[in-house]
């Protein structure tokens, strides 16, 4: 097609929408990124406060425990008399041991709890340990002096309903198994009686389930931080990152994320930060102040969450693909434009184009212009009946070489099957009968005397017995069956699946029966006799010519034997 005016004003058009479109986009896709990730941003810290605020109500639902713990010990115990040095008593033991256990089995983070003196160097005067899936008292022989942990003497310069909240470490006490040194902190709570200290429970917490609580509402997506007050980490995504201390190290987390210090220094609550840390995919990280401990201890943890910056994009690349649809929209509403112009002069050509392809192709197509009155409708109506004209022909050759076909594979005076198509399909026959096991039967049919009948009635009449031939044995056989003439008055029968012999002799016999009474030519009745040979496969054969032959072989001497017959 030329490059004519109307595809150059099509174009100009759609050239000016499109640019019009991608202008518009790109400073509403700038002015908007900015604000969405700001968004972004500011909901992963409100996740992070709301976080914060959790696990406050956390730590103070242990610190509840604890002190109502303490109040039921202090009801348990016995006041030690003045002048006595030593430590009170547990005036109802199984009363207490069945408390405190009743707390471990509602907590499942619970590991222990312990009452313990404040006498004795912090004689434990009861422990409740959970072992596995079971909670069990620990033995007298078992209790040990706690006196110079700070979880004792800190909680025993407070007064009733204070709680001493301990630093998370790796629980090293005693002799703890493998599955019990995990990261820990204690809540502690002194018993007070008549204003005296008389003993502390301390309340020891799994820290790994107490988190995994708040952690589970969380997407999958996000880092969970925890640190304590010098910034040693205490929950990394990567677990080897964490406890360093532990390992004679420190691992602080200010060290891979700088900005942290402003928490930990006290210079800020709460921080937004862009990060990568290394080996890391780049991350937006959140972190928030979170106090913990007395009112005038100034401890606390630093907590915070990350995750990867292609999701705090989300929301940008989301505005970017709307801007992106809008302008395809826009650019298509162009393009449309400049198709209408350009479509008033070139679509009926186009149109007689596809129909010429098209009709070249074999292939139906649409109407064609032929009701315009000028130069494009004089062509489409020649282009039509040029069209009508080749398809007359084609059909009328088709129809030439359907029946020429036909001729091929057919004997013309009987219509049936001829010699080259029924050895086409005894060979298909033979080929299923070897793959299935079943046996096939094949039957030549010959004509007895059929040249006196040629001889006395005429060529016409022995044409007519050929016919009724075909149909009385057509009639007589199966309808999956083939029935082919050879040459002459020689006929062929091809029956597959015969099982047995007796079911071919059966086909034989109502063959034989086709003959029993004069065939119908023409209002006439005439005699007719034949000789039938039988062949099955593969028992007399093992090949289409030579079950054919065989078949031939049987005939003949059916044959023989009649004339042989006084």
């Not at 990730?37 to 406050?56: D, G, I, K, N, P």
């Not at 199984?94 to 983070?109: E, G, I, N, Y």
């Amino acid at each position: 097609m030329r490059w004519g005016i109307a595809s150059r004003l099509g174009w100009i058009l759609a050239s000016f929408s499109v640019l019009a479109a991608v202008l518009a986009g790109y400073y509403t896709y700038v002015a908007a990124r900015d604000l969405l990730r700001e968004r972004a941003e500011r909901s992963l810290l409100a996740t992070t406060q709301v976080l914060t605020r959790h696990l406050e109500t956390g730590f103070a639902a242990v610190a509840r425990d604890a002190t109502l713990l303490a109040a039921v010990a202090g009801v348990a115990t016995e006041p030690r008399a003045a002048p006595s040095p030593q430590s009170p008593r547990v005036r109802d033991r199984r009363m207490l041991a069945d408390v405190f256990k009743a707390s471990l089995a509602a907590h499942p983070s619970y590991l222990q709890i312990r009452l313990i003196s404040a006498r004795d160097h912090g004689l434990e005067l009861m422990r409740v340990d959970r072992l596995g899936d079971g909670l069990v008292e620990a033995p007298a022989a078992a209790l040990q002096e706690k006196a110079h942990f700070p979880f004792v003497f800190e909680t025993l310069k407070l007064r009733a309903g204070e709680v001493y909240f301990s630093e998370f470490g790796i629980n090293h006490e005693g002799e703890a198994s493998e599955e019990q040194q995990q990261p820990v902190f204690n809540m502690a709570s002194p018993v007070v009686r008549w204003g005296a200290v008389e003993a502390v429970v301390v309340v020891r917490v799994a820290a790994n389930p107490f988190l995994a609580h708040f952690r589970k509402s969380l997407p999958e997506n996000f880092g969970f931080y925890l640190c304590n007050r010098w910034g040693d980490i205490l929950v990394h995504p990567d677990p080897s990152q964490t406890f360093g201390f532990d390992r004679g190290q420190r691992i602080l987390l200010q060290d891979t994320l700088a900005p942290v210090a402003q928490i930990i220094d006290g210079r800020s609550n709460e921080l937004m930060m862009d990060a990568q840390e290394e080996g890391a995919e780049p991350r937006v990280f959140s972190f928030t102040r979170l106090p913990v401990g007395g009112a005038g201890e100034e401890r606390f943890l630093v907590a915070g969450l990350s995750q990867p910056m292609a999701v705090v994009q989300d929301e940008v690349l989301e505005l970017g693909r709307g801007i992106f649809k809008m302008l395809l929209i826009l650019s298509a509403v162009g393009m449309l434009l400049a198709t209408l112009v350009s479509r008033a002069v070139t679509s009926p050509l186009q149109a007689m184009v596809r129909a010429a392809r098209a009709f070249s192709q074999g292939e139906p197509h649409g109407a064609l212009p032929v009701e315009r009155q000028d130069e494009v409708g004089e062509l489409a109506r020649s282009l039509s009946d040029m069209e009508q004209q080749i398809t007359r022909q084609i059909a009328e050759l088709n129809a030439s070489r359907d029946s020429m076909a036909h001729l091929a594979h057919h004997d013309l005076l009987t219509g049936l099957p001829n010699r080259r198509m029924f050895e086409q399909r005894l060979e298909q026959a033979l080929e299923l009968s070897r793959r299935s096991g079943r046996a096939c039967a094949l039957f030549f049919v010959d004509l007895d005397d059929f040249k006196s009948i040629n001889d006395d009635l005429g060529h016409a009449a022995g044409d007519a017995v050929l016919q009724a031939t075909a149909r009385a044995i057509v009639a007589a056989v199966r309808q999956a069956d083939t029935v082919a003439r050879l040459a002459g008055d020689e006929f062929t029968v091809l029956c597959e699946n015969v099982d047995t012999e007796e079911a071919a002799l059966h086909i034989a016999e109502k063959l034989q029966q086709a003959f029993a009474q004069p065939l119908q030519l023409g209002g006439k009745s005439l005699e007719v006799h034949a000789s039938i040979g039988l062949s099955l496969f593969p028992r007399d054969a093992h090949d289409a010519q030579s079950l054919l032959a065989s078949a031939d072989a049987a005939m003949y001497r059916v044959k023989q034997s009649r004339r042989n017959s006084p």
